[in-house]
């Protein structure tokens, strides 16, 4: 490389000046990039992303320069694939960055919730359909309140829609318009009503709901792997065939209803939530017969209002019905209806939990003590493999009469089995 006058940062050519720029995203990294060298400042149309993160204007003026900035940065930069925009922008300019960027664009990322307009989330976001090859679409802090115009994204594989307030009908379109997704991110979304989609080729969803209105959700999935459900009163899933990982919760309320075919793919199931029917619960584990990782972390059951604990569960029916489960964690709520009168009473010789290795076990109080020490030593002794049982004390209040006896005698239990039980 020569040295003189035209040395340094300029003398680079300009293949090594355009890999470099591939590099690069950051707007930030690109400004210092520029003020170095003359000729990477006619190389921005090599650029193939652009991210602004937040406060990259807070000193320059906020939204107005970044709107200047931006406007200029995607005019320029004739090859963008990939746009994403954490810092506060004006809304309105939206529809021209994309229109001019159509073409190139697969990758898009927006916080709205950083975007200067009333009803940013809404109809600005329109212009979003005009972007006919965009495979990849990341939404935050929006507010939808209508189903957006955005026509068919055919090309669209991933859609991410992050702490959100939407309508049902909003959900509903904004998924009918991308029927070729393999990947649904709903999470943290305020919503409440009857959510329907139809996703065809969708492989991971994750729908998290919040909120304390009842919300409803039917689902038709043929090809989902690994599905998450938090929020919903009422589901009803269609397909399952191909599910490995399946996750339902509700942190608020109740799950009334449950309707799910068989699912013989089944490794992890978990249910969690304060209140669950018991008809909920039962309509999964019977179709969860071939899983292999279970967990349950309920706390109550009932169909309304009052809150009622669970009903008698026969140890070897439930183990029997699932025979390939290989660890299982379960809470109180559930561990003390395998404690009960009868739960244990269609033991015998013949009786093995074949597959079990692992078992985690809340428990929450000393009530029953007895029956719950015969329960934990029926699951060591009729598991050939189990390896490590962990009893885990929560929550249990020292000023109850039998609570300093109970954990005595599971410490005995412990020390009785030596190397695979363990108190936490």
């Given amino acids: 490389m020569e040295r003189g006058g035209g040395g340094g940062m300029d003398a680079l050519p300009d293949g090594v000046v355009q890999h470099i720029l591939s590099q690069l995203s950051s707007a930030r990294d690109v400004a210092a990039c520029a003020g170095v060298s003359r000729g990477m400042r006619g190389c921005v149309p090599f650029l193939p992303a652009l991210y602004f993160p937040r406060g990259a204007f807070d000193a320059a003026g906020g939204a107005a320069a970044a709107d200047d900035a931006i406007g200029r940065m995607v005019e320029a930069a004739a090859r963008l694939e990939e746009l994403v925009i954490y810092c506060p922008f004006s809304a309105a300019r939206l529809p021209r960055w994309l229109a001019v960027r159509s073409a190139s664009l697969r990758v898009l990322e927006l916080r709205m919730d950083s975007a200067v307009s009333s009803g940013a989330g809404s109809g600005h976001l329109d212009c ?198 290989i660890k299982f964690e ?18 015998d010789s013949r009786f093995s939990i074949t597959c079990l290795e692992e078992v985690l076990i809340t428990v929450r109080s000393p009530l029953n003590a007895e029956l719950k020490l015969n329960t934990l030593e029926s699951l060591v002794k009729y598991s050939p493999r189990m390896r490590r049982m962990v009893v885990r004390i929560s929550q249990m209040k020292n000023c109850h009469g039998s609570a300093d006896g109970f954990f005595e005698e599971i410490c005995k239990f412990m020390y009785m089995n030596n190397g695979r039980v363990r108190i936490e």
């Fill in 128 to 325: 979003i359909g005009a972007v006919a090859n965009l495979e990849e679409l990341r939404l935050w802090g929006l507010t939808m309140t209508r189903a957006p115009a955005w026509g068919q994204l055919e090309r669209l594989r991933v859609l991410e829609i992050v702490g959100a307030a939407v309508r049902d009908v909003a959900v509903n379109g904004a998924v009918g318009a991308c029927p070729n997704l393999t990947d649904l991110a709903l999470i943290g979304c305020e919503c409440s009503g009857a959510v329907a989609m139809t996703l065809p080729l969708v492989e991971r969803c994750r729908l998290d709901f919040v909120g304390s209105g009842n919300c409803s959700l039917a689902l038709a999935a043929p090809l989902v792997e690994s599905l998450e459900i938090q929020g919903f009163c009422w589901i009803s899933l269609q397909g399952g065939i191909r599910l490995k990982h399946l996750t339902i919760a509700k942190n608020t309320g109740s799950v009334y209803n449950i309707e799910i075919g068989k699912l013989p793919e089944l490794e992890k199931l978990s249910l969690r939530g304060v209140q669950w029917s018991w008809g909920a619960i039962s309509s999964v584990l019977q179709c969860a017969g071939e899983v292999k990782y279970l967990v349950m972390k309920i706390e109550f059951c009932g169909d309304h209002d009052t809150l009622e604990p669970f009903p008698e569960v026969d140890l070897v029916d439930f183990f029997n019905s699932h025979p390939k489960l």
């Fill in 330 to 347: 379960i809470h109180g709520a559930m561990f003390a209806a395998m404690c009960q009168k009868n739960s244990l009473k269609n033991l």
